[in-house]
């Protein structure tokens, strides 16, 4: 609406409706104030579109509100558009309100759940605020959100603070415009909000404590060195003293959690940096309002005591800030007897189950888990767990979008119709989109439990109705047995399978925000993906847009001995290199001694005879069995742990970081890994530093993807280049990749908002399905002529 427009009658009413994340974020009373200043009548209102305003004064007042309302949002709002069209005026008009919320036809978007505020934090640590110490303290500008939202438009009846009426004092606040809890819906205090429960243990001789006695009893169960249950914003949290080696194991076996790192909570910045390297980079992810664990190197001189069990093998350690006022109360404030500097805090789950939010099912499913719950009667509405996430070559690299990020959407470069993309089995998130918008969901979990797949579900359902999408088409992986496949037939809507390693790249393209019609050099590093051969793909070079691909170069294929059986034992997937390369199995090398003689001879049969022994490409089991041949890991106990170490031994490496003896054979599409196996399983016999053969052997990586990228940039004119899938995950390889690909004059795309791993698979999904209208068929595949000879001997 322009200036001009504006001045062609008197007086003037302007009705402006703002797009966007605006409500939950103090966006009304920034409207409210907004209007006052420029005196301005009328009166604003949430509706199912966004905020709707209609104010009503003199033509330069009506102009600066335009200008103003959008440029100058509230911190929390993403403002998407405004628009606004001229309405009659109403006489004798007083005043500026806020109306209760309509509910009309239209979509808005949901802010996520961000952490304290400043000006809460300083509340809750003042003796003489009222809400001094209150675990619930929140404002306009912080709090839960997403996870509390029933309905929309968001307002306190549509969030599970329905059930706390407000306070006189509250009520107040709430009304006051000079406030910074006007129509703030989750304001509350210790007289009227959610109140703090400690329930102890079967084993425990103690009784339930309420307020600040549950706190109190709370800090004393971290201090006597065992667990405790922690209700958070989007599910239950175990936590434990960081610092007491006893407590972590404990957590550990009970959790059955392996050796796989545990993340650390500490207060603030200042603590973290006696724990982990942190850049600006890093030390402003650990900041944002999101606060998701941020893994970081860890110090070797660290000043905070931390048990050796909280991460063992790994070079980073993962730290989040304390993001709730109960968390702050758990570390302690000024005066509070002294605790642990770090806890340990995990999600309130079994390893492989989803999140429990469910204050009941909490005391069944965690029982065997914690030995006393700190609980409240808000209830979670929507599970969200911590984002995970760690900088690469200067960027984020996430590498898990959950809470502080869910729902909120990615704009995407091309239209969809409104569809569901189901995502992966392992690290599921799924993804809702339509328009230019995509929706990505929380962090679900593996699809191997019933549990998982109910939450699945249920999450699906939650989100649709949120966003207000229903979806016309679903995309989903083209393996055959996966559990996300089966969820989207079931839906009856028409099915597009995208080949995973397709989905990867697509998923790096579209947050990117390329354009229909561009096409990339796609390379798609991971454990396992199905392939249009029936082969397990994983070490992929493609020429791919959204529409399609052509598969121009892989790894060549190894035998992957038992299926599952050879993912969890990457000693089983050494000799299964050794035996591709023609190498002996000498017992002198690591994977060879860490096998029985029974399992010496039943893997030669299986290899032998090709028993249960799918074909893989994978690099990822490539980094499985160098890691087993160095003699780091033989046996995993959870997901890319060997190759997590490879890299972390990699990182330690003081030695020279290249060989030309580690090299990799490319024969037109197909790179054989055979030399590089050779190279390191005469390292191992010499008694090569493992660090030395990580190092080694992650640099033959990035000299193959330098090569056979910048020969396939030659033959088709393409110059960008796409990192995806769970290897990518690697600083250390990416880092190093990105580097030598930029140098050569590529431009390199990495991942920046989504995961590199399938955790980011259904953005990817999604861009491949909006290309590609259902009625096209099912077939994502390159044509049947272009295959190779090894992938047809494969079908």
């Known amino acids: 609406m322009t200036g001009s427009l504006l001045r062609q009658q008197s007086p003037r009413r302007l009705r402006v409706t703002v797009h966007g994340v605006v409500q939950g974020v103090g966006f009304r009373p920034h409207v409210h104030a907004l209007a006052t200043v420029l005196g301005l009548t ?11 305003s209609e104010v009503q004064g003199t033509p330069d007042a009506i102009a600066a509100f335009v200008d103003r309302v959008g440029s100058q949002a509230p911190p929390l709002a993403l403002v998407t558009e405004v628009s606004s069209r001229l309405i009659t005026p109403i006489a004798d008009e007083a005043g500026f309100s806020i109306r209760p919320s309509e509910r009309t036809a239209g979509r808005t978007f949901v802010s996520a759940d961000v952490a304290i505020c400043e000006d809460c934090l300083a509340e809750l640590t003042d003796i003489a605020d009222r809400r001094h110490r209150h675990p619930f303290i929140t404002c306009t500008n912080c709090g839960p959100r997403f996870t509390i939202t029933t309905d929309l438009p968001y307002d306190r009846p549509a969030t599970t603070m329905a059930g706390f009426a407000m306070c006189p004092a509250c009520a107040r606040e709430y009304a006051d415009p000079a406030d910074r809890r006007f129509h703030a819906q989750t304001i509350c205090c210790p007289d009227c909000g959610p109140r703090l429960r400690l329930v102890p243990g079967a084993a425990a001789d103690a009784a339930t404590r309420w307020g600040d006695d549950a706190l109190g009893a709370a800090r004393a169960v971290l201090l ?21 080696e006893t407590a972590v194991t ?14 650390l909570m500490v ?20 900041t944002a309002p999101a606060r998701p664990v941020v893994l970081a190197p860890r110090l070797v001189d660290a000043s905070v005591d931390v048990a050796a069990s909280v991460a063992p093998g790994s070079a980073d350690l993962g730290v989040v800030l304390a993001y709730t006022p109960l968390h702050h109360l758990l570390l302690g404030l000024p005066g509070d007897l002294a605790g642990p500097a770090a806890l ?48 690469i070559a200067g960027h984020e690299s996430p590498v898990r979008r959950s809470r502080g990020h869910a729902p909120l959407p990615l704009a995407l470069p091309f239209e969809t119709p409104p569809a569901l993309a189901v995502g992966a089995d392992l690290k599921n998130v799924f993804c809702l989109g339509e328009g230019r918008l995509a929706w990505m969901s929380a962090h679900v979990g593996d699809m191997d439990d019933l549990t998982t797949l109910v939450a699945f579900d249920r999450a699906v359902e939650q989100l649709r109705a949120l966003t207000g999408v229903t ?10 047995a996966y ?4 969820r989207a037939i079931a839906t009856g809507l028409p099915l597009v399978e995208v080949q995973h390693h397709h989905a990867h790249v697509a998923s790096t393209m579209a947050e990117h925000g390329l354009e229909p019609g561009t096409q990339v050099l796609g390379v798609a590093f991971d454990g396992t993906g199905y392939g249009a051969d029936g082969a397990a793909w994983g070490g992929e070079l493609l020429l791919a847009d959204y529409a399609g691909y052509e598969r121009l170069g892989h790894l060549g294929y190894a035998p992957l001995p038992g299926g599952d059986a050879g993912v969890r034992n990457p000693c089983r997937m050494a000799l299964s290199h050794l035996r591709a390369a023609g190498l002996p199995w000498d017992a002198a090398l690591p994977p060879v001694a860490a096998c029985s003689e029974d399992e010496l001879r039943l893997l030669d049969r299986q290899l032998a005879t090709g028993l249960r022994c799918a074909p893989t490409s994978s690099m990822g089991r490539l980094f499985d069995a160098v890691s087993s041949l160095a003699g780091i890991c033989h046996r995993i106990g959870y997901d890319a742990q060997a190759a997590m170490e490879l890299e972390a031994r990699a990182r330690a490496s003081t030695g020279a970081s290249g060989d030309p003896r580690y090299r990799f054979h490319v024969a037109a599409s197909t790179w054989n890994a055979g030399p590089v196996i050779a190279a390191a399983a005469d390292d191992a016999r010499r008694g090569t530093p493992p660090e030395l053969i990580a190092a080694r052997f992650q640099h033959a990586v990035v000299d193959l993807v330098t090569e056979v990228v910048t020969t396939a940039a030659a033959a088709t004119g393409v110059r960008t280049v ?45 861009a491949v399905l909006a290309r590609h209208a259902p009625d096209h068929g099912p077939s994502m595949t390159s044509p049947p002529g272009r295959r190779t000879e090894e992938e047809r001997a494969c079908v």
């Open 250 to 263: 404990l957590l550990r076996k009970r959790k059955q959690r392996g050796d796989k790192p545990f993340a």
């Open 722 to 766: 796409t990192l995806s899938g769970g290897v990518f995950l690697n600083a250390y390889l990416t880092e190093h990749c990105a580097a030598a690909l930029a140098a050569g004059g590529l431009d390199v795309l990495t991942h920046q908002q989504v995961p590199a791993s399938d955790a980011g698979l259904a953005l990817g999904q999604l």
């Open 267 to 286: 207060r603030d910045v200042a603590t973290a940096q006696r724990l982990v390297e942190l850049d600006e980079t890093g030390r402003r992810l650990l």
């Open 471 to 480: 979806p016309a088409a679903v995309a989903a992986d083209m393996h055959p």
């Open 344 to 391: 340990v805090l995990t999600s309130g789950n079994l390893a492989g189950e989803p999140i429990v939010t469910d204050d009941v099912d909490a005391l069944s499913r965690l029982a065997g888990l914690a030995d006393a719950w700190l609980t409240h009667d808000r209830p979670i509405q929507v599970p969200c767990d911590d984002s995970v996430t760690r900088v």
């Open 224 to 244: 006597a060195g065992t667990v405790l249950a922690v209700k958070g914003i989007g599910g239950y949290h175990l936590a434990c003293d960081a610092g007491d």
């Open 483 to 486: 559990r996300s496949r089966a």
């Open 42 to 52: 009328g009166a604003v209102w949430n509706d199912a579109a966004g905020v709707v």
